[in-house]
DNA sequence: CGAATACTTAGAAAACTGGCTAAGTATCTA
DNA sequence: TAGATACTTAGCCAGTTTTCTAAGTATTCG
């Protein structure tokens, strides 16, 4: 899991809304990028942050990008957060 | 409550150390840049961060300045994780 | 094969971040 | 009140991020 990767790719407000648009279902990369007003290259980089921190898998389908949520790594989400408040002896 | 505030201030792995140094109580600001190798004014950087995004609260006490974790944001963050992943109609 | 479609990669500019030093504010103590 | 202590604020600089356009890759279809 890559911490650091996650909180990054978790800062930006575009990137959390593509994770957003993944809740419902997958969806191309063309469909995602129907829901903003930047250029395909820039969405294609934030593809690549949220794919370095794991958070969306990608598959081919044809000529198309397939982009869905990674919800095993939600749990890892979840328990990085609960650790940055929960009492306990410090590990690091 | 700041989204994009604590998304942000969450992003920096020294913020987030900070928040962990906090877990087990309130820390003067002195005695958090001990466990740091940069200025005083770099971390004093970091605590106005998260201050913005209310993660922490403050308390001056003589000449020292206490920091304290806001646990009352810790809700809302896990809110808003769970927000990024849980299935739902999309609300914006 | 050759053109069209769907994305990604490369490279550059502008804006933001995270570090520093120096200077400023608040409080205590002699 | 003067000096020391504990932080914060201001201003600067280097490195990163975010956006764009242009060029490149993969796949389909005529």
Redesign the pocket.
Known sequence: MKQQAIF?AL??P?RRRILKLLRNGSK????L?EAF?????????????LKAAELVR?E?R????VYSLNMSVFEDVSGLVLELFAVREDKR
Chains 1, 2 share one sequence.
């Open positions: 990054k800062a930006d575009s191309t990369a063309g469909e990028a007003d930047f250029s395909a290259a820039s969405l294609s980089h934030h593809f690549a942050v990608t081919r044809g000529q198309y990008i």
